[in-house]
């Protein structure tokens, strides 16, 4: 990867309307998320950047904190911090961090989240947990939103959306990959019946605050065809479901232009998922779609 090529992506994608750039946390060919969001910022005046989602067992919440506050700071207001539990197993594998059972890796996001809020918000921290121990540590730099950049917690299990519900200014409604990986098991997890329990998961944990709260959908499969349905047959077994399911997952995008903004409109207005993630791969292909919602 190069400065140019990087720098010259995140200006594509400003140029298609595109609102924000996010970056994943994997020890693999992919960038560093904070250094990479860094470049691509200065590379542009109006593009977001941000985190989808930094793994929470791959740093301490204190030096993360004081990265995202000057990463803010720098971007003049424009990063947005996701976050979540981890759940690649190769990630752990590889690099020899301990990959705890769901439950100790998702109540240390919870301590994590609790840390990082306060930190961003400016405040002087003490704080005990299982986890982690902060003594009288500052927030600084003052982020430029009061309250620190939004927050985006993002998972697939109860427990996470949950804290997300009760944590988060954007919650990521994800497949369950509790697997370790994305194959067909994460298929039923990702249906629009699983979506619509997830989400009664969030409304129930927000309470009152649910209508300020922001949901996302991260789209695995997006494609413009004139034969959707052929192309989510194909694809389908794949996916472990059957083809009508993989057509309405929240997690494809399959079809014309047409067909594609009548679903994200649908799942909007039905759902009430309004922030859609899309791979690099299809940022151009996706672009008519993206120039036909902008504003609406």
């Known amino acids: 990867m190069e400065a140019g090529g ?45 985190t989808m989602v930094l793994a929470n067992d791959f740093r301490h919440p204190a030096a993360l904190a004081k990265e995202a506050a000057t990463l803010d700071v ?46 961003l918000a400016g405040e002087t921290v003490t704080f005990s947990g ?69 989400i009664e998961w969030i409304r129930e944990s927000a309470g009152e605050r649910f209508v300020e709260l922001e949901l996302h959908s991260r789209v695995h499969v997006a494609s413009i065809t004139n034969d959707g349905r052929g192309l989510a047959e194909a694809l389908a077994p794949a996916m472990g479901l059957d083809t009508d399911r993989a057509l309405a997952s929240p997690h494809s995008m399959i079809g014309t232009v047409e067909e594609v903004v009548d679903k994200l409109v649908r799942q909007r207005e039905e759902l009430g998922i309004s922030y859609i993630g899309l791979s690099a791969e299809s940022m151009e292909e996706m672009a008519p779609v993206v120039a036909r919602l902008a504003g609406t």
């Not at 197993?89 to 996001?109: H, K, N």
């Not at 982020?143 to 917690?153: E, I, S, T």
């Not at 409604?173 to 329990?197: F, H, K, L, Y």
């Open 74 to 119: 720098l971007s003049n207001g424009r990063f947005e911090l996701g976050i979540g539990a981890g759940w690649q197993t190769s990630d752990y594998q590889r690099t020899g961090i301990a990959m705890d059972r769901p439950g100790v890796r998702i109540e240390r996001l919870g301590e994590a989240v609790a840390i990082i809020k306060e930190l």
């Open 6 to 50: 990087w720098q010259e992506l995140a200006r594509q994608a400003e140029g298609l309307g595109y609102d924000i750039l996010c970056v994943p946390d994997h020890f693999d060919r992919g960038p560093a998320p904070m250094v990479a969001l860094a470049f691509a910022a200065e590379a542009t005046t109006t593009l977001r950047v941000g």
């Open 130 to 198: 299982q986890h982690y121990t902060i003594d009288g540590l500052e927030g600084l730099p003052e982020p430029v939103r009061q309250g620190g950049p939004p927050l985006f917690v993002a998972g697939g299990s109860e427990r996470v959306l949950r804290l997300a519900a009760r944590t988060a200014d954007i919650a990521g409604v994800n497949p369950n990959m509790a697997a370790g990986v994305i194959d067909e098991r994460v298929g039923p997890s990702a249906t629009v019946e699983a979506t619509e329990a997830k």
